[in-house]
């Protein structure tokens, strides 16, 4: 009973990686493929491109966020300034 109970999470949590393990991504209708080691999945992430000096002034509205692709094998970081979607073309 126990062990098909670890077994049952064991199953559950590899699904949970592949569904929020790196994927393949397209950006402007284009699969992204990693400039370093061509590999074609990804952690999609944000990065503001914000300064401490805009948020000061209360202009956060000025302040934006990039997409930022981190390659899942060498982790070579890409940014778009674009929005990224997720899956094959
Ligand atoms: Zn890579």
Redesign the pocket.
Known sequence: MAGGAARFFKIFSKNIKEIRGPAPYTVNGLEVI??????DRFEHGFAQLNTAFLSFLNLDFANRSANTLT??????VHWFNKEVKRGRV
């Not at 990693?34 to 590999?39: D, E, G, K, N």
């Open positions: 990693c400039v370093h080691c061509r590999y390659c899942g094998r060498c982790g070579y």
